[in-house]
């Protein structure tokens, strides 16, 4: 197929096609297009893809976002974002998270989301620091840490967050099950008494976290 023929439809490709045309695709042309991640994002649905369909997809708006900056997960509106994660399978996560990368981009924007979803009205008086370990990482005992420090109203999300402050509490979970709680699949209370979860400090603080932010529901 011509490059050009390519470009015109790439607009209305959905799911494996999309993806596989995004695998090729030069970030130019992509622009060329006039699409970004939100209609990328929109035209898959992860039900229809196979387990790497997911990885595929998200590899290659990475790449496309190093020169196009409109192919950027950040510019995806949050309800699009969520859906798309809890349409996808936890296979197909688990192969997203395996792919280092990935895993960095897909929980360092997931987290930066997180500040922007706080309910200032619940945390106005709140000053406490969570601490997350997100198992089968690259970090100290094989964990990727995050922390969320609420105070004055706001949420600071970043990998060294505590200045100094002793975490209220500390939570480990897989990757893939902090995944599914940010976007409603799963609650802390379950994964806690399946063993999924674990938590050092205010077990309370911990199970309550989610009335701190107003976490977008996915489409149905």
Do not use: N
Not at 132 to 139: E, F, I, P
């Amino acid at each position: 197929m011509p490059e050009s023929a390519r470009i015109d439809m790439l607009p209305w490709l959905r799911d494996a096609r999309l993806i596989e045309t995004l695998d090729v695709i030069d970030p130019i042309e992509f622009k060329r297009a006039e699409i970004g991640a939100v209609a990328v994002v929109r035209a898959v649905d992860p039900r229809k893809l196979d387990r790497v369909g997911v990885r595929r997809l998200l590899d290659a708006l990475c790449r496309i976002a190093a020169v196009v900056p409109e192919a950027d997960l950040g510019t995806v509106e949050p309800e699009t974002f969520a859906t798309l994660l809890a349409a996808s399978s936890r296979a197909q996560l688990d192969a997203v998270v395996a792919a280092p990368p990935l895993r960095e981009v897909l929980l360092a924007e997931t987290f930066r989301r997180m500040a922007h979803h706080v309910r200032a009205e619940r945390v106005r008086h709140l000053r406490a620091v969570a601490r997350w370990r997100l198992t089968g990482g690259s970090g100290a005992g094989g964990y990727d840490r995050h922390g969320c420090r609420f105070a004055d109203g706001a949420c600071t999300v970043s990998t060294d967050v505590t200045g100094g402050e002793r975490p209220r509490a500390t939570i480990t979970v897989s990757p893939v099950d902090f995944l599914r709680l940010t976007t409603r699949q799963a609650t802390a209370a379950v994964l806690f008494v399946t063993g999924k979860l674990t938590v050092k400090g205010d077990l309370g603080f911990a199970a309550g976290l989610t009335r701190y932010l107003d976490l977008p529901a996915p489409r149905e």
